[in-house]
């Protein structure tokens, strides 16, 4: 007899919203972005997904700040314009019974930060190269910092227009927001560096300034457990930098993997190969659901309902990821 998948294709509530069941497809990079909006292609392959059963989509990230655009096709939310494609979006993945949510993210120092076929200058929190494209950033000056905390709540304030169901900061991966809250990235001397509250800082300021634009619309993080790559968030540091901001009462849930951008050893866990065993983070992301207190996603090789299921019933996660890294 088949196992049963009571829980799986159980509703899950988040604050006012509720979602059909626990199936989630991840923000992944589509390629699929025409002229920086969501097009008609990108319509069409989320509201396949939609149509296909998942309870949530969230749409991959979008750029909101231009320090870090580049030449690839990716999503940009620094104007209005965005709007009605967002819009089209989510009216279309509503229609098929799925909840929608929108990614924000900034790439730091994780960057070939190729314009126009040249090389840009990349912004990082300190002047601290990665492991992978050995890009030498420019720290941010403090004004630019402040900059950023604007446009990201400007952003987050767009997705709410366009009707999308909740935000997500992209603070996984060792991407921007990861490195101000690791001391080994950030070695900054201003408000935003030293202490591990003041590296904090700028994540819980995007967060403050995303949530006073979306009001009551879900709010997240994406983060990894730990980013497996010198130099690397460590667990330890994860679990007390998402116990603090659980404590301020600003997060809905958390989205949780592993791995780095930083550095090859990391970046195999953005899309982690089939030699990696079934589920491999649910255990890192049931210790942050047990820390926290908060719903929980999570992804990484959760590719057979029968493994979702278990993986909820033994309380690990609330929603797991079975499309996109």
């Given at each position: 007899?088949?196992?049963?998948?009571?829980?799986?294709?159980?509703?899950?509530?988040?604050?006012?919203?509720?979602?059909?069941?626990?199936?989630?497809?991840?923000?992944?990079?589509?390629?699929?972005?025409?002229?920086?909006?969501?097009?008609?292609?990108?319509?069409?392959?989320?509201?396949?997904?939609?149509?296909?059963?998942?309870?949530?989509?969230?749409?991959?990230?979008?750029?909101?700040?231009?320090?870090?655009?580049?030449?690839?096709?990716?999503?940009?939310?620094?104007?209005?314009?965005?709007?009605?494609?967002?819009?089209?979006?989510?009216?279309?993945?509503?229609?098929?019974?799925?909840?929608?949510?929108?990614?924000l993210s900034h790439s730091g120092r994780v960057s070939r930060r190729i314009r126009g076929g040249l090389r840009d200058i990349a912004f990082a929190p300190s002047a601290v190269p990665d492991h992978r494209f050995h890009t030498m950033p420019r720290e941010m000056p403090t004004e630019m910092v402040e900059?950023?905390?604007?446009?990201?709540?400007?952003?987050?304030?767009?997705?709410?227009?366009?009707?999308?169901?909740?935000?997500?900061?992209?603070?996984?991966?060792?991407?921007?927001?990861?490195?101000?809250?690791?001391?080994?990235?950030n070695l900054r001397t201003d408000r935003y560096g030293g202490s591990a509250e003041n590296r904090l800082r700028f994540l819980v300021e995007c967060l403050g300034a995303a949530r006073a634009a979306i009001g009551t619309r879900i709010l997240g993080i994406r983060i990894s457990a730990e980013e497996l790559e010198p130099e690397g968030l460590l667990p330890a540091e994860v679990i007390a930098a998402c116990t603090s901001l659980a404590e301020m009462g600003t997060l809905d849930y958390l989205n949780v993997t592993v791995g780095s951008m930083a550095g090859h050893g990391g970046s195999i866990h953005v899309v982690p190969p089939m030699g990696i065993p079934?589920?491999?983070?649910?255990?890192?992301?049931?210790?942050?659901?047990?820390?926290?207190?908060?719903?929980?996603?999570?992804?990484?090789?959760?590719?057979?309902?029968?493994?979702?299921?278990?993986?909820?019933?033994?309380?690990?996660?609330?929603?797991?990821?079975?499309?996109?890294?």
């Open positions: 007899m088949p196992p049963r998948l009571d829980r799986l294709f159980s509703p899950l509530r988040i604050r006012d919203l509720q979602i059909r069941n626990r199936i989630l497809s991840t923000g992944h990079q589509t390629f699929l972005a025409q002229g920086g909006v969501p097009g008609e292609d990108m319509i069409a392959y989320h509201a396949a997904r939609a149509r296909g059963g998942a309870g949530l989509i969230i749409v991959e990230s979008a750029r909101f700040h231009a320090s870090s655009f580049t030449d690839s096709p990716e999503l940009i939310l620094t104007s209005d314009d965005a709007i009605p494609g967002y819009r089209a979006l989510a009216r279309t993945v509503h229609g098929h019974g799925a909840r929608i949510f929108g990614q900059e950023l905390v604007a446009a990201c709540g400007t952003a987050a304030g767009r997705m709410a227009e366009a009707g999308l169901d909740g935000v997500e900061l992209v603070a996984s991966h060792a991407l921007l927001f990861a490195q101000f809250l690791n001391p080994r990235t079934p589920a491999y983070v649910a255990p890192q992301a049931g210790a942050l659901r047990a820390a926290t207190g908060l719903p929980v996603f999570v992804a990484g090789r959760i590719n057979q309902p029968q493994i979702a299921e278990a993986v909820l019933r033994a309380g690990q996660a609330d929603m797991c990821g079975m499309r996109g890294p």
